[in-house]
């Protein structure tokens, strides 16, 4: 979590830009007003479950300020949908039933963090030598502004409508 913690920074990130009319994941665009679902009129949401794995609860629906919703917790989940006005049933994300153990390769071995005090499980400094962790990609994209990865095609779902 974190102050910083937004749907708007993880987004961006992820190269998606949103505002709360119109939603653009690489080439694709839909914008309320033009955007259809079949022969009915769009709208975009983002459903908010505050323990996605773990529940049958509908989410909250969340239909402006996308950018600023902070994630406060561990195990909160979200879709970004682009459904047929007055929608309520989304579904969760894909990923729901797996979050612990998606969880747990961000903090599994090989791991890695930007926080130079961080140590290791037996709270050692972790090795430094200049080379790259041991079956950890090498990622020079820091170094090159204008380095692009190729996206995994699981990563993203687009949005039906």
Known sequence: AGEN?????????AGVDLSDDELTIGDDTWAEGDAQCGDEDAEILVAQWKD????DDKPALIRRDFNDIRFREDGEGYTVAVVPEGTTDIPKPESAAQLAELGALDTG?????????ATTEDGGEPPDDGAPDEGAPDDTSADDPTATTAADDTATTLPEG
């Open 5 to 13: 913690a937004t749907l708007g920074a993880y987004l961006e990130g």
């Open 52 to 55: 996605v794995q773990n529940t």
């Open 109 to 117: 071995p090989g791991a890695t963090t930007d926080d130079p005090n």
